[in-house]
């Protein structure tokens, strides 16, 4: 059931307005109102979307006991898109080709027929996906919390987001607004009054080919970079602190960079690295990626806080989670082990939000250049078993 069960892959986003004190049958009819089928919500490309109540791909019977759990409530967003087969399409022109081209004396198809063979192939399948053969149906899961006012979603491509956009503000008459890594550090640095820091922050170069252009960030107001910064700074603490650091709540998380490791030049040139291992950061090419200028953008985390252990894959500009793995709630009745997942979700994404936070009280004070010096010191050693 959507974010309740299973892996969990998710961005975030902040709810526009105060927070719901509570969810309750408003809500839910809210969502009754705007589910799949309920009104033609169709867009540009003739999918249609809506909201379902999560159970599986049809349903629409939105309950209190089954979508408002532990304070969140719990739903889907449905895209219903046709799909026509390519490889059916271009059967279809070819039999029109050789029909429109049989008499020609060149024994050739014109240019023409070859347009217009593509034309009737195409108003055939689209007379033919009026029964709905060509018809697929996605779903992604979505969750509101009422406790942070942050909204989970189960997808970071562009159209899918979009289409959150849309259909939550017609439902709820509320904005949301995308917490990547430039966002989230505002948010964590207004309570130790350094907002300025960040908004005047700018790439860092830790090897002589850095420089202030990123490639994937375009707008010179964003400030996602922190984001590539922070994993390259865990990675060279683990490699030269330790394994655990202490956060602001006097908690400690003990993390390890496990699994995999994506890498990308800054500048677009010198191209994509993914490197798959137990530790990828201790491989020698993983060190030499970064020497040669790239920075990371993705890695795989394990996480142990409050005794808990969380594996996730977190992408560095969004802070989009992946495949985070869960512990499996502990025997109980449904109800029961539904609220403490819900707990579990909320404790993984504090742990990121105190793990990266350590950061930005290294990255936006004074002690970044102790931090910098460090970290460029690492960087031209010789990589071990090169």
Known sequence: ??????????????????????????????????????????MGDGSQMGWIAGDHILDTKFELEKNIVNGVLQFALRVDEIKIPGDLLRAYAQVELEGLSAENPSGH?????????RLLAKEKLEQEAKDGRFLRRKSIPVLWDSQ??????????????????????????????????????????????TTRA???????????????????????????FLGNEFLLWLWHFSEHVGDSIKLSDDSDVIFMIARSMSLECPRGQTGKESISSDAPGKLPESLRALQSGKLPRKVGLTLVRHGITYEVNLQAETLTIGGAKLPVPEEGDERARLEERVDLIRSLLETIDLTYEAFLLKRLTPEWKKEHDSLKKWLSREPKGS
């Not at 959507?2 to 969810?23: D, E």
Request: hydrophobic share 35%; aromatic share 8%; with cysteine.
């Open 1 to 42: 059931m959507g974010f309740l069960s299973g892996r969990v892959t998710c961005c975030r986003f902040r709810v526009g307005k105060s927070a719901p004190r509570m969810f309750g049958p408003e809500h839910l009819e809210k969502l009754e109102d705007a589910a799949i089928g309920r009104q033609r919500v169709a």
């Open 109 to 117: 198809p014109s240019a023409k027929q070859r347009r217009e063979a």
């Open 148 to 193: 942070s006012n942050e909204l989970l979603y189960g997808s970071a491509s562009i159209t899918a987001v979009d289409r959150l956009h849309s259909l939550f503000k017609q439902s709820f008459d509320r904005p949301l607004e995308f917490l990547g890594a430039g966002k989230r550090a505002f948010e964590l640095a207004e309570p130790h009054q």
């Open 198 to 224: 960040v908004d005047d922050a700018t790439p860092t170069a830790f090897v002589a080919s850095h420089g202030q252009e990123i490639a994937w960030v375009s707008d010179e107001t964003n400030r996602d």
